[in-house]
């Protein structure tokens, strides 16, 4: 079946625009969470949805980033006045999110973000 | 304050070595402890998960060995392979549907 994806898979952004990254769970997931990858680190949890609701967004660097997912399916990570430091990796993953045997965090390729 | 912390940062083996990869946490609240390999260009992928109710559990040629009194965890793969080169990454969360803290990863090449 189809798993994660993510559009668009590499975006190149000059300093002070604004970019707006995609991500398709898989149907029927419940759970959908946004990870930031810097070159050579581990995923950092960025924002975390329940269907439409966002429960966590304790992990967004600043209030340039904004997320949401109004039908509870498709996500949107949008970025404002990007800055070089925004360059990274972001990451969605999602899972069934119905109890603890429903935990696997399925994650997509990822969308590279270089700002110039 | 890293609350997952991996080591090493690299490993090299030999075609059939048995590479152990460690890690320690902090949070004892955390209660579901995930393995995910990625390779380049593509999303991290799970391998293997446990939580603290066990102390060892393994699926094909990895194991996960979980010690709770000492807060760490570790990953064995067994008769490592070339196509086992990959960065591992080992997680944590509390309630398994919360989110992620991952490790900084550590890098494996397996020789052939």
């Known amino acids: 079946g189809a798993g994660v994806s993510q559009s668009p898979r590499y975006k190149v952004a000059k300093r002070g625009q604004d970019v707006a990254l995609r991500c398709d769970p898989i149907?029927?997931?419940?759970?959908l969470f946004w990870y930031q990858q810097a070159l050579g680190q581990g995923p950092e949890f960025l924002t975390y949805?329940?269907?439409?609701?966002?429960?966590?967004k304790s992990g967004l660097p600043s209030d340039r980033f904004f997320a949401e997912r109004p039908e509870g399916s498709v996500s949107t990570l949008k970025i404002q006045r990007t800055q070089q430091e925004d360059s990274a990796v972001y990451l969605c993953?999602?899972?069934?999110?119905?109890?603890?045997?429903?935990?696997?965090?399925?994650f997509g390729p990822g969308t590279r973000l270089t700002v110039l | 304050q890293q609350q997952v912390k991996q080591s090493p940062q690299s490993l090299i083996v030999q075609k059939g070595g048995i590479p152990i990869i460690n890690c320690a946490y902090e949070?004892?609240?955390?209660?579901?402890f995930p393995w995910y390999q990625q390779f380049p260009g593509k999303g991290p992928a799970l391998l293997i998960a446990?939580?603290?109710?066990?102390s060892e559990k393994k699926e094909g040629r990895f194991t996960i060995s979980f010690n709770k009194s000492a807060k760490q965890f570790s990953l064995h793969i067994m008769d490592s392979q070339p196509g086992d080169s990959a960065t591992y990454f080992c997680a944590a969360s509390k309630g398994g549907s919360e989110k992620l803290v991952f490790g900084k990863g550590m890098k494996l090449t397996v020789n052939p």
């Open positions: 149907s029927g997931h419940v759970s």
């Open positions: 993953a999602s899972s069934l999110g119905l109890g603890p045997s429903t935990d696997t965090q399925y």
């Open positions: 446990i939580r603290p109710d066990v």
């Open positions: 949805f329940q269907n439409e609701a966002q429960l966590d």
């Open positions: 949070n004892t609240a955390f209660d579901y």
